[in-house]
């Protein structure tokens, strides 16, 4: 069965940093755009960032441009976010996210994790 499960969430102060991991099981996802997403209390899911198969195409938020980093490990299966600078505006939970489309609409996502919470203090 083909799964993502994230990791590495947890409470962090204002100015810090955190990077989450997305391990795939199941299948490899070669071949596939892997995609970050958040969901704030109250509010709705928001698109973080994305990579594509290859490791080379990465895309960004606006709200997290210049402080959060996707990347890429192939032969372990898995994909990372570094969050930096944090803000307790980041808070939220973060889910990974795979697409078999090169640029995915976030309905064209189709598998998800379960995701990790990630809590910025002030």
């Known amino acids: 069965q083909e799964q993502l499960v994230e990791s590495g969430g947890g409470l962090v102060q204002a100015g810090g940093s955190l990077r989450l991991s997305c391990a795939a099981s199941?299948?490899?996802?070669?071949?596939?755009?892997i995609g970050w997403f958040r969901q704030a209390p109250g509010k709705e899911r928001e698109f973080v960032a994305r990579?594509?198969?290859?490791?080379?195409?990465?895309y960004y938020a606006d709200s997290v441009k210049g402080r959060f980093t996707i990347s890429r490990d192939k032969g372990k299966n898995m994909v990372y976010l570094q969050l930096n600078s944090l803000t307790p505006e980041d808070t939220a939970v973060y889910y990974c996210?795979?697409?078999?489309?090169?640029?995915?609409?976030?309905?064209?996502?189709?598998?998800w994790g379960q995701g990790t919470q990630v809590t910025v203090s002030s």
């Open positions: 990579i594509n198969w290859r490791g080379i195409n990465t």
């Open positions: 996210a795979a697409s078999p489309r090169e640029i995915p609409r976030t309905s064209e996502y189709a598998y």
């Open positions: 199941g299948r490899t996802f070669g071949g596939y755009t």
